[in-house]
């Protein structure tokens, strides 16, 4: 690793000044949360910037609270504070059990939300998670603030589309309603996720699935859902159950699988299939 070379840090009073920072800027100048990937990156070299925007200290980004059918979380909000978030374990324990499991504590203690998302690094939980969820991203810029979806946010691997002047100030995430099942699973061997697969299941009184979401990450540069997956993840749940396999071919299908140092194409899609097996039995309620 190399020595950091020289940067000044700026520590705006807010967000509005932070997006005149990244304005006046440019090129040499990014925003700073926790460090944990700009800062290695920096290290490695691979990243230069001579103006870092440290926004850990504007106020309230890191709020995680429910709003108007919503749980909102803030881009400056650590992992650990989501994990331990009690409004979040109440009302979404899908993402405080995800978070529990990001990384390692140091990492979890540091790292943030909004980090992890902006870096767009493909192994990530979170996006994963809300691109099931339906969460939505909000970007305030010089000229205010609009709403993107994950998939809009998150545009390949290492891009976001946010614009020079924006910073991601949170996420929306739509509160489940009781007929709502959601599940997280991943496979990890080294120190980030191989594959992460969430399944969110709308289930009709009689306990068939009226609606599916499901995405898979890790295994292409952005989390990717597939409707011919979720349309065959729909309907009595006995026949959803038969139809498992092939909705795990048609998502490993969309994320046009490859073999590189983490495994075969052959040796993930075959994970595909075993984890949205275990998430369907987990949202079914089948484990007793
Ligand atoms: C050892 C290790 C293990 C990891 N394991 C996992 C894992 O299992 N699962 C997982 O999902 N992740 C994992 N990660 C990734 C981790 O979640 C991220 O490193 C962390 O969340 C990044 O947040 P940060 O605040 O440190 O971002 P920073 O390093 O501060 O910033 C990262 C990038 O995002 C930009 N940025 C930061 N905040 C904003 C904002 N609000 N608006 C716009 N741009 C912004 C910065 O400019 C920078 O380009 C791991 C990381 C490490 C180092």
Redesign the pocket.
């Known amino acids: 690793m190399m020595p950091l070379r020289r940067f000044a840090i700026h520590r705006p009073a807010d967000l509005g000044e932070a997006a005149e920072m990244l304005d006046h800027y440019g090129d040499t100048g990014?925003?700073?949360?926790?460090?944990?990937?700009?800062?290695?990156a920096m290290r490695h070299d691979l990243?230069r910037y001579e103006h870092l925007i440290d926004?850990k200290a504007v106020a309230g980004?890191d709020r995680v609270e429910r709003r108007d059918g919503h749980l909102y979380i803030g881009?400056?909000a650590?992992?650990r504070t989501i994990e331990r978030s009690a409004v979040c374990r109440e009302l979404l324990p899908v993402m405080s059990e995800m978070e529990a499991?990001?990384?390692?504590v140091r990492?979890r203690a540091?790292?943030?939300?909004?980090?992890?998302l902006?870096?767009a690094?493909p192994?990530?939980?979170?996006?994963t998670l809300l691109l099931a969820l339906d969460g939505t991203a909000r970007a305030q810029g010089k000229s205010g603030e609009r709403m993107l979806s994950m998939d809009e946010l998150l545009a390949g691997a290492y891009e976001?589309s946010?614009a020079q002047d924006?910073?991601?100030?949170g996420v929306d995430v739509p509160l489940p309603g009781p007929s709502q099942r959601n599940a997280y699973l991943k496979f990890?061997v080294h120190?980030?996720?191989l594959l992460g697969l969430a399944l969110s299941l709308e289930l009709d009184d009689g306990g068939d699935i009226r609606e599916a979401r499901c995405a898979i990450g890790c295994v292409s540069p952005t989390p990717c859902r597939s409707e011919a997956a979720e349309s065959l993840l729909a309907g009595p749940a006995d026949s959803v159950e038969q139809r498992l396999q092939e909705a795990a071919a048609a998502l490993a299908d969309e994320a046009a699988l490859t073999d590189d140092r983490e495994g075969s194409a052959e040796y993930k899609r075959h994970l595909i299939g075993v984890l949205l097996h275990r998430a369907a039995r987990k949202c079914l309620n089948r484990d007793g």
Request: proline share 4%; with cysteine; hydrophobic share 40%.
């Open positions: 990014t925003l700073y949360a926790g460090g944990t990937e700009l800062l290695l990243l926004i980004l881009a400056g650590t992992h499991n990001v990384a390692n990492v540091t790292g943030t939300l909004g980090g992890n902006c870096f690094e192994h990530s939980d979170p996006a976001n946010l924006e910073v991601l100030t990890q120190e980030r996720p």
